[in-house]
DNA sequence: ATCCAGGAAAACG
DNA sequence: CGTTTTCATGGA
């Protein structure tokens, strides 16, 4: 099977990075061995100490996800500016943010949207099994993850099937929405993060929250600092105490948040938010 | 039972 | 215009 080898200067956590949070098709066996659907392919991958093993895919293409291309180190060391977050990223030493595909992170997250992560995880599994095409491997069939014209024709039964509760007509809308998903793809990639943001916001069931995650996941704008229930605590309880007390997060105070964020860690503060959301409590 | 979860749309005043 | 209500699902 094929190997590949970290070196030193090249920290990487695959269980860290896989069990975050920010993908939610991957999952772990007893032995450590990580199974998951990267667009046509299924992935097989394990750690051991600096050695990744793997099939599936060729090594670039590991490498590529993963993002092992980037010098973690120097992403840490960027955001690295007080005890806080500098206790998250010894914690979360080898966290990586993964490279999504844009079409299925986009629909991942409408299908989040106040719910947890076991019940987004099952969405999206039922969304693949009932739309998406069968992969075999190891004598397991996986799926996936259906393109755009797979789920702008889906009918209203089946896609109930899949259990998205309010989030089906905001998937079906989108899809319908989003002619051609290289295009589409293309024009986010290209526009500066605030742009990219507005033009997210316009789809049906995104709203600031789930373009900040698609920007950041799929799109590596590491400057978008999405703004969940747990991330609005910590911020709340370490970096801004005068935040009120208040249920309901206001608009105000979501852009008071981040543009503290980015201030506070600078370009890369959406790197911060995933360490500080690792090593959250609960 | 009640509350909560990687919220956002729609209704309201 | 900003603020409150509603929405479907399942686990704790």
Same mark, same amino acid.
């Given at each position: 099977?094929?190997?590949?080898?970290?070196?030193?200067?090249?920290? @990487? %956590?695959?269980?860290?990075? +896989?069990?975050?949070? #920010? $993908?939610?098709?991957?999952?772990?066996?007893?032995?450590?061995?990580?199974?998951?659907?990267?667009?046509?392919?299924?992935?097989?991958?394990? #750690?051991?100490?600096?050695?990744?093993?793997?099939?599936?895919?060729? %090594?670039? *293409?590991?490498?590529?996800? @993963?993002?092992?291309?980037?010098?973690?180190?120097?992403?840490?060391?960027?955001?690295?500016?007080?005890?806080? =977050?500098?206790?998250?990223?010894?914690?979360?030493?080898? +966290?990586?943010?993964?490279?999504?595909?844009?079409?299925?992170?986009?629909?991942?997250?409408?299908?989040?949207?106040?719910?947890? =992560?076991?019940?987004?995880?099952?969405?999206?599994?039922?969304?693949?099994? /009932?739309?998406?095409?069968? +992969?075999?491997?190891?004598?397991?069939?996986?799926?996936? *993850?259906?393109?755009?014209?797979? !789920?702008?024709?889906?009918?209203?039964?089946?896609?109930?099937?899949?259990? !998205?509760?309010?989030?089906?007509?905001?998937? &079906?809308?989108?899809?319908?929405?989003?002619?051609?998903?290289?295009?589409?793809?293309?024009?986010?990639? $290209? &526009?500066?993060?605030?742009?990219?943001?507005?033009?997210?916001?316009? !789809?049906?069931?995104?709203?600031?929250?789930?373009?900040?995650?698609?920007? &950041?996941?799929?799109? #590596?704008?590491?400057?978008?600092?999405?703004?969940?229930?747990?991330?609005?605590?910590?911020?709340?309880?370490?970096?801004?105490? /005068?935040?009120?007390?208040? %249920? %309901?997060? /206001?608009?105000?105070?979501?852009?008071?948040?981040?543009?503290?964020?980015?201030?506070?860690?600078?370009?890369?503060?959406?790197?911060? #938010?995933?360490?500080?959301?690792?090593?959250?409590?609960?």
């Amino acid at each position: 099977m094929p190997v590949l080898s970290l070196s030193p200067d090249e920290p @990487f %956590s695959l269980d860290l990075t +896989l069990s975050c949070g #920010q $993908a939610f098709r991957w999952e772990r066996d007893a032995d450590g061995w990580w199974h998951g659907v990267v667009g046509d392919r299924v992935i097989k991958i394990r #750690q051991k100490n600096a050695t990744l093993t793997f099939e599936g895919g060729p %090594s670039p *293409f590991i490498r590529h996800y @993963f993002s092992l291309d980037t010098d973690l180190d120097a992403v840490t060391t960027s955001f690295d500016r007080d005890p806080f =977050i500098h206790d998250a990223i010894l914690k979360c030493r080898g +966290l990586r943010l993964v490279r999504q595909p844009a079409w299925e992170c986009l629909i991942s997250y409408i299908c989040a949207t106040n719910s947890n =992560i076991p019940m987004i995880k099952r969405r999206i599994a039922n969304i693949a099994n /009932t739309f998406g095409k069968p +992969l075999e491997f190891e004598e397991k069939t996986y799926h996936t *993850f259906p393109d755009h014209a797979s !789920l702008a024709c889906a009918c209203t039964p089946a896609l109930s099937e899949c259990k !998205l509760g309010y989030r089906s007509p905001y998937v &079906l809308e989108t899809a319908c929405d989003i002619e051609d998903e290289k295009a589409w793809n293309d024009s986010i990639a $290209a &526009l500066p993060y605030e742009q990219a943001r507005r033009e997210l916001m316009r !789809l049906q069931g995104v709203g600031p929250k789930a373009a900040d995650c698609i920007l &950041l996941f799929a799109f #590596q704008k590491y400057e978008a600092f999405p703004v969940d229930v747990w991330i609005r605590r910590i911020m709340r309880d370490h970096y801004i105490k /005068t935040l009120n007390n208040d %249920s %309901s997060l /206001t608009g105000w105070e979501y852009d008071t948040i981040r543009r503290f964020a980015e201030k506070h860690f600078g370009k890369y503060c959406g790197y911060a #938010q995933e360490y500080l959301y690792a090593s959250r409590e609960g």
